[in-house]
């Protein structure tokens, strides 16, 4: 006999495909957003005998070193496009400080100089314009760009970043009603294909219940005897 169709497959089905949109969908919302440098003035370099300085910062736990080829003299402000070769200096997350500096390389084997070492949070981007600036007097003076930082943290001015968490909100509300609609679709195809087989079953052995009398009737007039389904 042909099996009951299981009225779960349809739901778990279902459930895999909205968890995988959901899914495919939160990378968007939990990556990290780019931090670039968008300007520096050195104002001080801690070299002995006036060589250029090697500057580059670092983030504490992670491998990559971004050396400031440019930044050689003091006094002088570097503003950058943001697409060079060395761009982007990290990625910050929400809720998570990086323990950043800004440092300078030194040909001696004493440790590096330091110009400032400092919490670097998407937080500190609360400016209109993505834009954060670290100053450290008599060190140097620093502008970082983070467009994508604004929409993470809620905290900056009212009027930038509720549009954006709005639009966030949407998303999701959207991605949900999607789902609700096509597990409704898939679970009332489903229920009404196995309905409309039920009725074809149905007919079917109907029909050929029918013909079994019709044969049977057959018989019956060839044997010349009364309806078989007395004797039976
Ligand atoms: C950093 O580099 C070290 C070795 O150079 C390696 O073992 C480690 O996995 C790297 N860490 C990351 C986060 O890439
Ligand atoms: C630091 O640099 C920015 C951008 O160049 C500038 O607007 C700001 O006034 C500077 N701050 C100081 C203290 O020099
Ligand atoms: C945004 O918030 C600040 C205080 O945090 C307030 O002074 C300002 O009026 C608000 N702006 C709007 C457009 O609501």
């Known amino acids: 006999m042909c099996r009951r169709l299981n009225p779960r497959v349809p739901h778990l089905l279902l459930s895999f495909f909205c968890s995988s949109i959901l899914l495919s969908s939160l990378p968007e919302l939990i990556t990290a957003a780019v ?14 005998f006036g060589s250029s300085p090697e500057v580059y910062f670092k983030c504490k736990g992670e491998n990559r070193t971004i050396y400031l080829p440019d930044v050689k003299k003091k006094h002088e402000l570097y ?5 060079e070769s060395w761009q ?36 500190d981007f609360t400016s209109a314009d993505g834009k ?23 905290v900056a001015s009212n009027h930038t970043d509720v549009p954006r968490n709005k639009e966030k909100g949407m998303h999701w509300a ?31 052995e109907q029909a050929r219940f ?13 044997l010349g005897i009364g309806p078989l389904s007395h004797v039976i």
């Open 79 to 83: 503003i950058f496009k943001g697409e």
């Open 174 to 204: 959207l991605v949900l009603l999607i789902c609700v609609l096509v597990t409704t679709f898939i679970v009332f195809g489903a229920v009404s294909a196995y309905k409309y087989w039920q009725k074809r079953k149905k007919q079917q």
């Open 88 to 123: 982007p200096l990290t990625e910050l997350e929400e809720k998570k400080c990086k323990r950043c500096g800004i440092y300078e390389k030194d040909s001696f084997v004493k440790p590096d100089d330091i110009f400032d070492e400092w919490e670097f949070c998407a937080s």
């Open 35 to 48: 931090v670039t440098l968008d300007s520096i003035e050195i104002y001080n370099t801690h070299e002995f």
């Open 210 to 222: 029918l013909k079994l009398f019709e044969e049977s009737d057959d018989i019956e007039d060839e």
């Open 132 to 154: 954060y600036i670290h100053f450290k007097e008599k060190e140097f003076n620093a502008t970082f760009l983070c467009p994508d930082c604004l929409p993470l943290e809620g």
